[in-house]
């Protein structure tokens, strides 16, 4: 394992140029359509709220040029894309932020137009994605202070599978490889390898019960099939595309930006969506009254979508480098 680990990072780094350039094309290619949306906190130029193709290139080439972005470390490849500017685009100015987000808006807008996408996507949202329940009052404060919504786990776990099966087809659900807690999706890359995607339910599941839509953090894993022996799989790392930035599509963020009210200046106030029913014999009914829903499975099916372009850049990198030392 240590050697072939070894050979994969020498071979990521043999061929850097190659995984820079396909993800300049991308940008080129894409500058004008709903996939910039995951520019705009990466390749934006602080303070200015347009893109600007030329800042964007030089600043994907000097992060290259300037930082080690695969890195060995505990026999796993770590993908580094760190600015050498060191901009922190979560501590930007309220009005920037604010500038920003309505560029992401707009983009969803155009999202929202491209028909095949939207019917997909109608084909899917039809599922309950919040719970009731009946609990006795003492309980009831603790519930709504800690929790933003009841998330049934079931079905969004399920949502969450399904958009990964639509947006990674090219990888099929392995059920035997998905044990002990773990989803994995494979890909053969020759007779004896291959290359696999995966997460962790059992985490998504503990975090859906905090009340927040989380989703899966996906990993890639090399499996390794010899005489019939038992697999071996080869952790590799994030799937992520660290040169592009998409976190606030993030479900959660949605529920956030609604969840917070201001007030006046500097000052707001949380709301919580958990409303209460009384009951007989000291309970409570608790039920969800969240008018976004529809929304935020949209805005969860969009983030998987542009989610996966970029992923799958970094991943067709990292097959191509593996096919090269196998």
Known sequence: ???????????????????????????????????????????????????????????INKISSTSNIFD?????????????????????????????LQVIEYKLNEYKKINYKVDNFNLLKDFRMFYEAEIENSKVEKIIAYKSLLLDPDNWCSY???????????????????????????????H??????????????SEIKNGFPELPEINISVMNIDNDEKPEIIFIGSADNNFFNINCLKPSNLVSKYQVIKIIDNEYDIISFIKKIPLENERTKLYVDFPYEDKLKFQTYCYYDVYSFFSKLYINYIESCIKSII
């Open 1 to 59: 394992m240590n050697a072939f680990i070894s050979k994969l990072q020498q071979s990521l780094l043999d061929n850097n140029k190659k995984f820079i350039s396909s993800n300049i094309q991308a940008i080129a290619d894409n500058q004008d359509n709903y996939l910039s949306m995951a520019f705009v906190y990466s390749l934006y130029e602080y303070p200015k709220t347009n893109f600007d193709f030329n800042y964007a290139v030089d600043k």
């Open 72 to 100: 060995l470390s505990n026999n796993r490849i770590y993908f580094q894309a760190v600015d050498s500017q060191n901009i922190d685009y979560s501590q930007l100015s309220l009005y920037h932020n604010e500038i920003l």
């Open 160 to 190: 969450c599978f399904k958009l990964l099966s639509l947006f990674f087809h090219e990888f099929e659900y392995n059920r035997k490889l998905s044990r002990n807690g773990y989803i994995r999706f494979s890909k053969p890359i020759n």
């Open 192 to 205: 004896n390898f291959f290359l696999v995607l995966e997460y962790y339910e059992k985490e998504l599941r």
